[in-house]
């Protein structure tokens, strides 16, 4: 780790220069920096699924969720702080005190996520649009002080890895999975998400006793260990899975329509799964159970609950076909 921390020291110019730029340019990296968030990619996932194509829906939401898990597990692994944590001298545009730096989840889920649309666009702009967005998040991440220039690469490169494994894998996982009975697909979802968790535990076990040190006393006061971003990806890991599998069973459904049709889903699905996600997080109990059924319970909402309560409502006709996996 002595490396690191020398590379870290020597990554910290670069970072004072950017941020001596024009204050015009913080609110242009604050909003490319979404792109970069799995939140971003989730929200956006109901749109695709419900009103575009539900099987692209599909392998997107598996490869975000995939690639933020292992972001999770690796910055546990690696406990890496961030620019802001040790030097006073960088200023924290953004605020990031629940996780550790290395590696970059924007970097790595931004490149993960929009390199699968691109392939899924298979047209040359798409490619350069998203090697453009990728590049901006990458920038921006750096540019607000929460990550070093390292960050991002190590992020971009665990991203394009995980892109690979995914597409390498889909088809026979995918042939594999459809043949088993339905209780073995669900069985095989809480193994899945338990697998995540016990991951993240593994990668901290290490550290036990564990304690931010003096050096990163700029960081203020930080939980980089909680596991509750691994709990939720967990949960809403098994609710796609699971929400898929039923759906799958129950037959798909066509996405298309007219647009007003199409918003009236969105709205309906949204307002539904936005009061999930109110409940989760004002009304019940902030327990670890709570916050897995909360994300689990709105992963099945969006996979299986919201399409299911289209088509009873005439918003959505039926698709006998099941959708292709490329």
């Given amino acids: 780790m002595d490396l690191l921390d020398e590379l870290h020291m020597m990554e910290l110019e670069p970072i004072v220069w950017l941020q001596r730029w024009s204050d015009a340019v913080r609110p242009v990296m604050e909003g490319v920096s979404v792109f970069g968030t799995d939140t971003f990619f989730l929200v956006c996932l109901p749109v695709l699924y419900w009103c575009v194509n539900p099987a692209l829906g599909v392998r997107l939401g598996l490869t975000v969720l995939v690639s933020a898990g292992t972001n999770a597990v690796a910055k546990l692994a690696l406990h890496q702080p961030r620019p802001y944590w040790i030097d006073a001298g960088i200023q924290p545009f953004s605020v990031e005190s629940g996780s550790f730096g290395l590696p970059s989840g924007h970097a790595q889920i931004g490149t993960a996520g929009v390199t699968r649309l691109a392939a899924a666009a298979g047209r040359p ?28 690469v190590a992020g971009v490169l665990l991203g394009l890895a995980v892109l690979v494994l995914v597409l390498k894998l889909e088809r026979p996982a995918t042939a594999w999975w459809r043949r088993q009975a339905l209780w073995v697909q669900l069985t ?139």
Avoid at 125 to 152: E, K, N, P, Q
């Fill in 125 to 152: 702009w798409a490619w350069w649009t998203g090697a453009a967005v990728i590049g901006l998040v990458c920038l921006s991440r750096v540019y607000l002080g929460v990550h070093f220039i390292s960050d991002v």
């Fill in 188 to 326: 095989g979802s809480v193994a899945v998400s338990g697998a995540l968790l016990a991951a993240a535990v593994l990668a901290n076990a290490p550290y036990a006793g564990w304690s931010p040190p003096v050096a990163w006393s700029s960081a203020g006061t930080i939980a980089p260990e909680s596991l509750d971003t691994i709990v939720a990806m967990s949960g809403g890991l098994f609710g796609m899975l699971a929400g898929t599998s039923i759906m799958d069973r129950l037959g798909w459904f066509d996405a298309g329509g007219p647009l007003g049709v199409r918003a009236a889903r969105w709205l309906l699905g949204s307002l539904v799964a936005g009061l999930i996600w109110h409940a989760q997080r004002e009304v019940l109990p902030q327990t670890g159970v709570t916050r897995y059924a909360g994300y689990a319970l709105l992963a099945l909402w969006v996979q299986v609950g919201a399409p299911v309560t289209f088509i009873r409502l005439g918003l959505m006709s039926r698709e006998s076909r099941v959708p292709a996996v490329h």
